[in-house]
């Protein structure tokens, strides 16, 4: 019997769009289906992105086995993973098209029908025209509302569309039945009314809702459009001294490329011939083309400005930067928030709710509503399954997601999930790193001091340790060091045993003797030396940063490496002081440097000479205090830390560990956009609270008054064509107040 361990890395994780979802109830309807297939972990749908999020296991199922469960209760699932959401989108247009053709047919149709209704109700031919009309409103233009009822009905299921179906088909056919056989109630001397503009008119208002509904959801998925806008097709492939234009799927890693100017740059890859200037705006929020040269890295979907230059390919496909962000973005817009559960829990039992409601408004008229009390029973059962509106429910929380997200990545802001933007509009603290967070994170070797007694030869030697041993380091500081050595033509000994002591130094060993790069405190400690004065300190009132160099008992060498504080790191601090956020820089460096560093960004609160455990223990302190806790960080350094904050913030150009710690990445280490982190957060979250907030008042409303229940006190009662037109309108406002998040500030 495996393991619990083999067992989860066996579990599979896609994302597969879903077709025929027309309701929130839809959404749960899929949902729990998937959910009962033998070996899926977990199952998450998302109306708004019409999407199922799943872990499984290939070892208990296939993508087939759960596309056949799908597609037995009436949806459709695309698993074809290299064109599905193409697929899924060309079947959106198609379907749009379609819709916009039969929003016009009913709205033509309706109003001879409304028209004859309220004007010419007693002319003879009148029921019968109004009659033909209705049929083809119906059961042509809204054909699609009983089809899918039918579906679901076939499977003891029921969704909005069955509320429209069920509706609309009462009405219709009882006002069928009173214009064929009118004689049925004339001989008992009751009116036989008719409800032919009733049926039609919610069908016009509900298509058109729908219409609009369809087009607002297309816009709260822009920004991922835009992003996969960004992919291009085709490529120039330099064989043989010849280019030849192929498909970029068939571009292998270390083929050369020609990059025309005005091209899209179709992989990642460096540059080995030529230079250019490149657009990274639509990727980074960078407005300003960025100038890259001969041994610079460039990426897929980013725009060659003006010169031609060849391109050595790193990455293709799915592993592109590109492809990542892409990725990153449809997992955040697909995840849920924690305030859509309630919404989840309702719209599972909404349509069958909605029914008994509406059924025990009917009998009551029925029972109690004296004269014409058959009539208004039917009314009212019409109005209660025409103004429920599950739609609204469902994309409260997926639409203001979806926009969040997709602004944060169109401004370099990569959210993980609907959780990170609910954790984020807490937080009260934030934590920095120094070196590439409030500095620039190029930091630059500015001296290098041998010990006086050294020689030549031994220089030479010890300069061939310190870079071989730098060369196999990850902390931010030792790429200076090591470019430093390098222009100055060292050449890297044959070193062994490397070590790494996280947030302290490196040790290696040479000729069976043990050399320490590191802290001035660390390193006195572990070389055992009598006293750390030797060499030049760094300055007092910089940014510099003091590196001793030893072996046993003796200090070869001190280093000092300087980072320059960002030009917008006051700015940007100051910005989140204004928006209430508790500010702390949390470091390794010594005292000194961390003191000049935070003084000139506005920090006040300062801890230097922290281990990374140390900097993790800091934000555990916090966090004990009863405080939402934030960090920012780009190095390895700061792995441990990124964990165990509420919120972690990774900038896009430090490590890959940080970034896949994180719950936020800034795609272009851009620090200026750490505030508007929170202000997106703030932005969504309040969106979201304000759609829950119209959804529920809407239903709690909405429902009581289409029952009647205002009749006997004011005679206020709800007429069914108008009850259609609340309905449609109620998603309608929902999903355009999510798509204000794009222009608010």
Excluded at 248 to 255: A, F
Excluded at 577 to 589: F, R, S, Y
Aim: glycine share 8%; hydrophobic share 50%; proline share 3%.
């Amino acid at each position: 019997m495996p393991d619990k361990r083999s067992i989860l890395e066996n579990i599979i994780h896609k994302i597969y769009p879903v077709t025929g979802m027309s309701c929130a109830s839809c959404a749960m309807s899929v949902e729990s289906i998937a959910t009962t297939v033998p070996g899926v972990q977990q199952a998450s749908v998302n109306f708004a992105t019409q999407a199922l999020d799943i872990y499984f296991n290939p070892t208990q199922t296939d993508q087939n086995q759960i596309r056949q469960a799908i597609e037995n209760v009436g949806f459709g699932l695309l698993v074809d993973e290299d064109n599905a959401f193409d697929q899924q989108e060309q079947q959106q247009q198609k379907a749009l098209s379609l819709l916009k053709k039969q929003t016009l047919g009913a709205v033509l149709l309706s109003i001879p029908v409304v028209a004859i209704a309220m004007i010419w109700m007693d002319w003879k031919p009148a029921n019968w025209i109004m009659l033909f009309l209705t049929t083809i409103i119906l059961f042509v233009f809204g054909r699609r509302f009983f089809v899918n009822a039918w579906k679901q009905a076939i499977h003891g299921r029921a969704n909005m569309d069955s509320l429209v179906a069920i509706s609309t088909g009462v009405a219709y056919l009882f006002s069928f039945f009173n214009t064929v056989l009118p004689g049925f109630w004339l001989k008992n001397g009751i009116v036989p009314h008719v409800y032919f503009e009733a049926a039609a008119v919610v069908i016009m208002f509900i298509l058109i809702g729908k219409l609009l509904e369809e087009r607002a959801k297309s816009g709260t998925s822009a920004s991922i459009k835009k992003l996969m806008g960004l992919q291009e097709k085709t490529v120039w492939l330099i064989k043989n001294n010849t280019e030849i234009e192929t498909a970029v799927n068939l571009v292998s890693v270390g083929d050369l490329l020609r990059i025309k100017p005005g091209a899209r740059i179709p992989v990642d890859g460096e540059i080995v011939g030529g230079a250019s200037f490149i657009d990274e705006s639509l990727m980074t929020g960078e407005p300003m083309a960025v100038p890259r040269k001969t041994g610079d890295e460039v990426f897929a979907g980013t725009i060659n400005q003006k010169g031609s230059f060849v391109l050595r390919t790193l990455k293709t496909g799915n592993e592109t930067l590109l492809a990542k962000m892409i990725k990153a973005v449809q997992n955040a817009q697909g995840s849920k928030a924690k305030m859509q559960k309630l919404a989840d829990k309702i719209s599972a039992v909404f349509v069958p709710v909605i029914i008994l409601i509406a059924l025990l408004s009917a009998a009551a008229w029925w029972v109690f509503g004296g004269h014409q009390s058959f009539f208004q029973g039917l009314l009212s059962f019409i109005t209660v399954l025409v103004v429920a509106c599950p739609c609204a429910l469902g994309l409260a929380t997926p639409t203001a997601i979806i926009v969040g997200v997709g602004k944060g990545a169109e401004k370099g802001i990569l959210i993980r999930d609907a959780e990170t933007l609910e954790r984020a509009d807490l937080v009260d603290v934030i934590v920095l790193d120094k070196t590439g967070t409030i500095t620039e994170g190029k930091p630059k070797l500015t001296d290098l001091n041998w010990c006086n007694d050294l020689t030549d030869n031994n220089i030479n030697t010890f300069s061939g340790i310190l870079l071989a041993a730098e060369q196999q380091s990850e902390h931010p500081l030792a790429g200076a060091v090591t470019n430093f050595l390098v222009l100055k033509e060292a050449s890297a000994q044959t070193v062994s045993g490397f070590e790494s002591s996280t947030g302290s130094g490196i040790s290696v060993s040479f000729k069976n003797q043990k050399y320490w790069i590191g802290k001035p405190d660390w390193v006195v400690a572990m070389a055992g030396l009598s006293s750390a004065a030797n060499g030049k300190p760094a300055d007092q009132n910089s940014a510099e940063t003091l590196i001793y160099f030893a072996r046993n008992r003796e200090l070869l060498a001190t280093l000092t490496v300087a980072d320059e504080i960002r030009a917008d790191a006051a700015d940007t601090v100051s910005q989140l002081k204004k928006a209430g956020k508790e500010v702390w820089m949390l470091t390794g460096d010594a005292a000194a440097t961390a003191g000049y560093i935070a003084e000139k960004a506005g920090i006040k609160n300062v801890v230097s000479g922290l281990s990374p455990s140390g900097k993790a223990q800091k934000i555990k302190e916090l966090q004990h205090q009863g405080k939402v806790v934030a960090m920012a960080g780009d190095g390895v350094n700061d792995a441990e830390a990124l964990a165990t904050a509420d919120v972690s913030v990774a900038m896009g150009l430090g490590s890959d560990i940080a970034m896949e710690t994180a719950r936020v990445t800034l795609v272009s280490s851009n620090f200026a956009l750490l505030p508007e982190i929170f202000s997106l957060s703030k932005q969504t979250i309040r969106t979201i609270r304000q759609n829950l907030f119209w959804a529920f008042i809407y239903n709690l409303v909405m429902v009581p008054v289409a029952a009647g229940v205002l009749i006997p006190f004011w005679g206020i009662h709800l007429n069914p064509m108008f009850a259609g037109a609340a309905m449609a309108l109620s998603s309608v406002s929902v999903v355009t107040n999510s798509l204000l998040i794009r222009w608010r500030n």
